[in-house]
Nanobody, 124 residues
Framework: QVQLVESGGGLVQAGGSLSLSCAAS????????MGWFRQAPGKEREFVAA????????YYPDSVKGRFTISRDNRKNTVYLQMNSLKPEDTAVYYC?????????????????WGQGTQVTVSS
């Protein structure tokens, strides 16, 4: 069992930056690949970033590539999402998720555990 708690959301102007954190409970954090997803009102949950257990492989959709960076610190049981050059269309609730799967990490259905989400609002 893994419990995930996101933090770091807030309100920022377009072009600004935010850093999200996701703290995980449990002693097996390094066994999990981690992902970030977001969901805007009336829209489906969207893949934002994923990272494998060691941090050696990272994945992004084109919509955030070059602007967002995912990282993890297995000693601190934490995964991070650095978001730069934010746009109003990045506004959503951001969720972190954990999975023992090693492929298709862009699919929400591949994840076993989810956090409660943190709101990110980008004003124009």
């Amino acid at each position: 069992q893994v419990q995930l708690v996101e933090s770091g959301g807030g309100l920022v102007q377009a072009g600004g930056s935010l850093s999200l954190s996701c703290a995980a409970s449990g002693r097996t954090f390094s066994s999990y690949a981690m992902g970030w997803f977001r969901q805007a009102p009336g829209k489906e949950r969207e893949f934002v970033a994923a990272i494998n257990w060691s941090g050696g492989s990272k994945y992004y959709p084109d919509s955030v590539k070059g602007r967002f960076t995912i990282s993890r610190d297995n000693r601190k049981n934490t995964v991070y999402l650095q978001m730069n050059s934010l746009k109003p269309e990045d506004t959503a609730v951001y969720y972190c998720a954990a999975t023992t799967n090693i492929s298709s990490l862009h699919l929400p259905t591949r994840y076993d555990y989810w956090g409660q989400g943190t709101q990110v609002t980008v004003s124009s």
